[in-house]
């Protein structure tokens, strides 16, 4: 995924569900970055 903008919530949910498992890198900062947009993806469902 090169961009945050705009999140594709359910193609991340559908590859958390398909593979057990969400991997991110990045360069950015913890908090803020792709990574935390990740982990709340979840939580919107």
Known sequence: ???INPLEYNA???AANATGAI???????IMGG????????????
């Open 1 to 3: 995924m090169p961009s």
């Open 12 to 14: 991340i949910i559908e």
């Open 23 to 29: 991997v991110t890198a990045g360069e950015q900062s």
């Open 34 to 45: 792709l990574g935390s947009a990740i982990c709340r993806s979840p939580c919107r469902e």
